[in-house]
């Protein structure tokens, strides 16, 4: 009995065998990030359905399964391709990318994606089937090409926004105009650019008991240039320098105001992390320097004064659309009852095009400062009054961006301290 039972083993295993030995290679996909193509699983279940020594499996029986993310490098989807295998003599992990150009057609996106999915499956194949994989090396094209270069780590972003009105006797206009430029390498990064806004109010005068009559017309602009450098030190740590100058018109609140901080930041992931996660906390110290147009109730027409806080931001992405959150919290470092603020801002982004972009957000700030000296308004002064909204303890806004946008074209992501 005992010598029938290990001949039905022995025949049973050498059948599995050979069942293995001449099985297709059961592959499943994990589809954890598809970015804006078809790469997954359109693509990459027509690579495995074209290749007969492939065959698409569920995970549970799966010789090897393929975790796929996706993240957006300026026009291009950096495609993350995990081969995790159950095979013998095959790596137990292999982890390519591959740039798939977002805006090209299908058959273009298949040919820039599917010699990094045969070469991850190449080697799990030749574990089974050596003779079914062949390698051969061709020179790339870049270093056939005599002065080649690697790409740009230049940028330009102009973001153009605004809102109006119109009736007969009510008419009003805003708009604001940014201009951005950029360098990034991996370890680095450097901005400078001029932000600014101006609008106009025109609407019928108040006519008073005596006969005067008032002006409620309006124009308002300021201008914010500025410029900031950040530095990684490693995976998780940052640190970086910035300073933005304000310049208001007559009826603002400040001739002008100087805000310079420096920051250190820690983020969870890496700065090029394949999935485009983004969640870091950073602790700033700065100082401000601020122009009074109207004197406080300190009897102030200048202060300057050191400041310290904290930023939290997040954000995900899915596709073409964009949603992240951030809060910062400042304070007057030395009367910080004097001077504080909390400020959250959700914000939610949509691609339109290769260089177009379409931007939502909101942001909700409570805040503690010194008020205007009410014995320095002007009560006649419409334009004045009505600009006074800056000592008010709780202010909500919101705001509607085009922006046209040139990447640096070096393939670089460095999202450190990005709202110093």
Not at 350 to 374: C, M, N, W
Not at 384 to 403: D, H, K
Request: charged share 25%; with cysteine.
């Amino acid at each position: 009995m005992r010598f029938v039972v290990l001949a039905l083993s022995f025949v049973l295993g050498a059948a599995r065998v050979q069942a293995q030995s001449t099985a297709p290679i059961r592959v499943a996909l994990e589809c954890e990030e598809i970015g804006r193509t078809k790469v997954c699983p359109a693509f990459l279940r027509g690579f495995i359905d074209a290749n007969k020594v492939m065959l698409y499996s569920p995970r549970a029986g799966a010789d090897v399964v393929v975790y796929v993310t996706a993240t957006q490098v300026a026009l291009v989807d950096r495609v993350h391709l995990r081969f995790v295998g159950r095979m013998t003599g095959a790596p137990a992990v292999i982890e390519l990318d591959a740039d798939v150009d977002s805006r090209g057609t299908d058959d273009e996106q298949r040919a820039q994606l599917e010699p990094t999915f045969v070469r991850g499956m190449a080697l799990y194949v030749a574990s089974r089937y050596p003779a079914a994989v062949k390698v051969a090396f061709e020179t790339p094209a870049e270093v056939a090409a005599a002065g080649a270069k690697a790409g740009s780590p230049w940028g330009l972003q102009i973001e153009i926004g605004g809102n109006g009105n119109y009736t007969e006797r009510y008419r009003s206009a805003s708009m604001n105009l940014n201009i951005i430029g950029r360098w990034i390498t991996r370890k680095r990064r450097a901005i400078g650019g001029m932000f600014s806004n101006g609008g106009l109010n025109r609407q019928p005068p108040l006519t008073l008991d005596d006969g005067t009559r008032v002006s409620l017309d309006t124009e308002s602009w300021f201008i914010r240039p500025g410029a900031e450098f950040i530095q990684l030190l490693d995976e998780s740590w940052s640190i970086g320098v910035g300073s933005y100058t304000n310049f208001e018109d007559p009826k603002g609140q400040f001739k002008f105001s100087n805000r310079t901080r420096a920051a250190i930041e820690w983020d969870k992931f890496a700065s090029d992390d394949p999935r485009g996660n983004r969640l870091a906390v950073f602790y700033h110290l700065g100082w401000v320097t601020e122009r009074y147009r109207v004197r406080n109730e300190l009897g102030e027409y200048f202060a300057t004064y050191p400041v310290h806080g904290v930023n939290a931001i997040g954000s995900i992405r899915q596709d073409k659309i964009e949603f992240g959150l951030e809060m910062e919290f400042e304070v007057e470092l030395l009367h910080p009852t004097l001077r504080r603020s909390l400020t959250i801002s959700p914000h939610f982004g949509i691609k339109l095009g290769d260089h177009v972009d379409l931007g939502f957000s909101v942001s909700l700030t409570q805040r503690e400062l010194p008020a205007p000296d009410e014995n320095a308004i002007d009560p006649s002064d419409y334009a004045q009054l009505s600009r006074l909204s800056y000592a008010e303890p709780l202010s909500i806004q919101g705001s509607l961006n085009l922006t046209f946008h040139w990447d640096p074209t070096n393939g670089v992501r460095n999202d450190r301290i990005e709202s110093i």
